[in-house]
C-alpha cells in the first residue's frame, strides 16, 4: 500500500501540504472525505486499526528530504485560493480582518475617526475600546485598544519541512528562537528563547498525530499542559489555554459544583470519547432557569429540566489533572475543551477570525454554566471575570458604564512598555511625554475614561496581524510587560485623587521648563551674538591696556571690574536656571512619569491607599505550541512549553527566570506578530487566596476527587 498512488490535487488546493496529504491517504485507504477529516481533527475512521508505526521526533530535529514532496512548492499553502472552508491555521500566514467586522464605540471625548496606523499616533488620532459580547451578562462589552509594533511569529509550519531546524545543545541551555526558515540571515546571537532538547532526534520521517511523548510525567513538579490541536485549530487552542490559566490560578469557584462522578475513561485526556454523563442539572419547571441541583440521570426521567453544563464538566476533569499534587498526567489535549464547546461559541467560530472576538464568548460559556449550577454566588463569579470602565461618549454627555471582559491591543499599537499602552485609555497623548527635548505643551484635557472595577483576573490580548497591517512597524527593544503590572492607577478613584494632579503639575513644568530655556537663551546670546564672548573679549582688551601703562585709569580699572563681575553673575545665573531644568526634568522623568508609574506613582498612590495588591502575571501565549506559566510552587520562577509543529512531542522546562521570558516577550514584540499574544494576570491576594483554598476545595468535590484517583491508577497501570 505504500507505494500506492493517491490523487491529493484536492488536499493540495486547499493548503495542505502534499506529503501531509499523501500520509492522510495512506492511512484512511484513500478516502477522501476520511483523510479530510483525519487532517483537521486528527480523528481515523473506526475501522482503520493499522496506525504507523511510531517515530520519534524531537522538537527541533530537520525534517529529512525523503518526506518532502519532489514536485511542490515548499510554501505551506499553493498559492490556488482555499475552497469552501479556510482553516485557521497557525502556518496560513496572514489573516484578514473584514471591514465590517470589528464594531466600535468610542472611549474618549473626541468623536473623529480610528486610530492612526503609524506607529507615532498625531495629538488627535483616537483610540477606543472594541465593543465585544459580555463574558457573563450578554452585554456589549469592550476590549481595550491602543497605538503600537509587532514580530515575525516563530512557529512551527509545515512550511519548515524544507529547512532543517537547527538542533541545540543538550548540555548547554541557550537563548534561541523557536521558527526559524524565513529569516536565514539571523545568526544565532539573534534569538532570545531558551529551549532546551532532553530527545533523542532520529532523521526519519515524522509519524502524524502519533503522541512519542509519555503520558506520565518525568518529573511530579511538572505541571500538567495543554496540548495543541495541529494545523488548523489556532484560536480553539487559545481558548484551551485559557482554560488552562484557569484550571490553574482561579479553579475554587469552579470546585463548588460536584458532579459526583465524572465519567471516567481512560482515553479522556485524547479528547477523542464522549461519554453521556451519568449526573446533570435538573431544573425546576419555571422562566428562570437558575439554580440546577446535580442529580442521578437514571433517576431523572424529565427531559425538558434537564441540562449538561459540558464545557464546565471538562474544566473540572481539567482541574483534577491540574490541581492535584500527586496527578501524573502529564498532558491533556486542547481537544478535550474543544468538544465541549456550547452552540453558541461554535457558531462564533465559524463567524470570527480574531481571539478578541471569540474569548469573551467562550469566558461566558463558562461562567454561564457555573451560574446554573445551584449555590453558585453569581456576583462573584461575574466580578472575578469582567471588569467595569467609565467613559463619556460626548463633551457634554453623562459618565456611562460599560464592562470589559479582556484588554485588546492591535499591532499598530504596540509601546515601549504596557503602561504606555494603556495610558491611552485616561491621558492625552503627549502627557506621558518624556522626551526631555520635546518642549511641547499638554494642551489636551484628560478625556473623563477611567477604569471603574477591575476583576482580579484580567487577560491582555496582543492582536495578529492582518492585511491592513503596515509590517514596516517596529519597535527595536519590543514592549517591556511587567511581571507585577498596577492597573489600579486608572481607576476614577486614583484619577481624581492623584493623576489630575500630577498631569497639571506635568503641564506646569512643561511651562517651566520653556521658561527656564528662554531665559537660558538671553543670557546666551543678544541680537544673535554672544553675551558671554562679547564681555570676555572687552574685559580682556581693557585688562591688556591697563597692564601697558603705568598709572592706569581708575574709570577703566572700575569698569574691567564690573564687566567681570557681570560674566560672574550671568555664569551664576546660568548655573542656576540649568540646576532649576534638571531638577524639573528629573520630576518630569520620575516623580511625573506616566509611562513609567512604577518609578514613583504607584508608591504614591500605595501612601494614599489608592494602590494596593499588584496583579501578577502568570501566563504568556505566545503561540499555541510556545507558552509559559508562572509556577505555583514558587513565585519567582516560571515553566517554560514548547510544542513541535505536528503537536507529537513536546518538552516542559522548569525554573525559568522572570527575565528570559521578558526577552521572549520583548523579541516576539518587535514586529508584527502573525498569532495574537495573550497575557493573563492574577490579583497577587487573589492568587495567594486560590493556591491556599484549592485544596480545601478539591477535597470537598466527590466528582473530581474520584476522578482523579482513577486516572492515577490507569497512570500506575501502564507505567
Not at 71 to 95: C, K
Not at 98 to 108: A, C, G, K, M, V
Not at 180 to 201: L, T
Not at 568 to 577: A, S, V, Y
Request: glycine share 2%.
Amino acid at each position: 500500500m505504500s507505494n500506492q498512488q493517491y490523487d491529493v490535487s484536492s488536499l493540495v488546493e486547499m493548503g495542505i501540504d502534499r506529503e501531509v496529504a499523501l500520509d492522510a491517504m495512506r492511512r484512511v485507504n484513500g478516502n477522501l472525505a476520511d483523510a479530510a477529516n483525519f487532517i483537521f481533527s486528527n480523528e481515523l475512521p473506526p475501522e482503520v486499526n493499522d496506525p504507523m508505526p511510531s517515530v520519534p521526533i524531537s522538537l527541533d530535529s530537520p525534517i529529512p528530504q525523503s518526506v518532502l514532496p519532489s514536485n511542490q512548492p515548499t510554501e505551506a499553502h499553493s498559492s490556488a485560493a482555499p475552497p469552501a472552508v479556510p482553516p485557521r491555521n497557525i502556518d496560513s500566514g496572514e489573516i484578514a480582518l473584514p471591514e465590517d467586522s470589528r464594531n466600535l464605540i468610542q472611549f474618549t471625548p473626541s468623536s473623529s475617526g480610528t486610530s492612526s496606523s503609524s506607529s507615532s499616533a498625531s495629538i488627535d488620532s483616537t483610540h477606543k475600546i472594541s465593543a465585544v459580547t459580555d463574558a457573563a451578562s450578554g452585554k456589549v462589552n469592550d476590549s481595550v485598544t491602543i497605538n503600537t509594533p509587532l514580530v515575525p511569529l516563530n512557529t512551527y509550519t509545515v512550511a519548515d519541512t524544507n529547512e532543517s531546524m537547527r538542533s541545540i545543545d543538550t548540555t548547554t541551555p541557550t537563548l534561541r528562537n523557536n521558527l526559524d526558515v524565513s529569516s536565514s540571515s539571523e545568526s544565532e546571537d539573534d534569538v532570545n528563547m531558551m529551549i532546551r532538547d532532553d530527545y533523542d532526534a532520529e532523521d526519519q520521517p515524522p509519524s502524524y498525530s502519533v503522541m512519542q511523548h509519555s503520558v506520565k510525567k518525568r518529573e511530579i513538579s511538572e505541571p500538567t499542559i495543554i496540548m495543541p490541536i495541529p494545523l488548523n485549530s489556532v484560536i480553539e487552542n487559545y481558548l484551551a489555554l485559557f482554560a488552562l490559566a484557569v484550571a490553574n490560578f482561579a479553579p475554587t469557584q469552579f470546585l463548588k459544583p460536584d458532579f459526583k462522578n465524572l465519567n471516567y475513561d481512560k482515553d479522556w485526556y485524547r479528547g477523542t470519547s464522549h461519554n453521556d454523563p451519568l449526573y446533570h442539572l435538573k431544573y425546576e419547571h419555571s422562566d428562570d432557569a437558575t439554580d440546577g441541583e446535580i442529580v442521578e440521570v437514571a433517576q431523572d426521567a424529565d427531559n425538558e429540566s434537564q441540562y449538561q453544563p459540558e464545557t464546565l464538566w471538562e474544566l473540572q476533569r481539567l482541574i483534577s489533572a491540574t490541581d492535584s499534587k500527586f496527578s501524573e498526567r502529564a498532558y491533556v489535549s486542547a481537544k478535550t475543551i474543544v468538544n465541549s464547546f456550547n452552540t453558541e461559541v461554535q457558531q462564533k467560530l465559524g463567524d470570527i477570525d480574531y481571539l478578541y472576538e471569540i474569548l469573551p464568548v467562550f469566558m461566558k460559556s463558562l461562567v454561564s454554566d457555573l451560574e446554573m449550577c445551584k449555590g453558585t454566588d453569581v456576583n462573584m463569579i461575574n466580578e472575578t471575570f469582567i471588569s467595569t470602565a467609565l467613559y463619556r461618549p460626548s463633551d457634554d454627555g453623562p459618565l456611562k458604564e460599560t464592562t470589559l471582559s479582556l484588554f485588546h491591543f492591535l499591532p499598530e499599537e504596540y509601546d515601549v512598555n504596557l503602561y504606555k499602552m494603556f495610558n491611552v485609555l485616561l491621558f492625552p497623548n503627549d502627557v506621558s511625554n518624556t522626551d526631555e527635548n520635546d518642549d511641547s505643551p499638554d494642551d489636551d484635557v484628560s478625556p473623563d475614561n477611567s477604569l471603574k472595577h477591575i476583576a482580579p483576573f484580567i487577560t491582555v490580548v496582543f492582536n495578529s496581524l492582518d492585511e491592513s497591517t503596515d509590517t514596516d512597524l517596529s519597535l527595536p527593544s519590543g514592549v517591556k510587560v511587567p511581571f507585577e503590572f498596577y492597573p489600579q492607577i486608572y481607576t476614577k478613584k486614583c484619577k481624581d485623587q492623584l493623576i489630575l494632579n500630577i498631569i497639571e503639575k506635568r503641564r506646569e513644568g512643561h511651562f517651566q521648563m520653556r521658561s527656564l530655556l528662554n531665559d537660558l537663551n538671553k543670557l546666551k546670546s543678544y541680537q544673535g551674538k554672544d553675551i558671554k564672548k562679547m564681555l570676555t573679549s572687552t574685559a580682556s582688551y581693557l585688562e591688556n591696556d591697563i597692564k601697558r601703562t603705568d598709572s592706569p585709569n581708575e574709570k577703566d580699572v572700575a569698569l574691567l571690574a564690573q564687566i567681570n563681575d557681570i560674566v560672574d553673575q550671568i555664569e551664576q545665573q546660568r548655573e542656576n536656571k540649568k540646576q532649576e531644568y534638571k531638577e524639573l526634568s528629573q520630576r518630569m522623568h520620575k516623580e511625573w512619569n506616566l509611562s513609567h508609574p512604577d518609578l514613583h506613582i504607584i508608591e504614591t498612590a500605595k501612601q494614599l491607599g489608592l494602590v494596593d495588591h499588584p496583579y501578577l502575571l502568570v501566563m504568556v501565549v505566545i503561540t499555541p505550541s510556545f507558552y509559559f506559566m508562572r509556577d505555583k510552587k514558587d513565585k519567582t520562577k516560571w515553566v517554560q512549553v514548547k510544542c513541535n509543529r505536528l503537536s507529537t512531542d513536546f518538552q516542559v522546562t522548569q525554573h525559568v527566570q522572570e527575565s528570559q521570558v521578558q526577552e521572549v516577550i520583548a523579541q516576539y514584540t518587535t514586529v508584527p506578530s502573525e498569532t495574537p499574544i495573550m497575557f493573563n494576570y492574577i490579583k497577587e491576594d487573589f492568587y495567594d487566596m486560590q493556591l491556599s483554598e484549592v485544596t480545601k476545595a478539591f477535597e470537598n468535590n466527590e466528582g473530581c476527587q474520584q476522578f482523579h484517583k482513577a486516572d492515577q491508577l490507569d497512570l500506575l497501570s501502564n507505567n
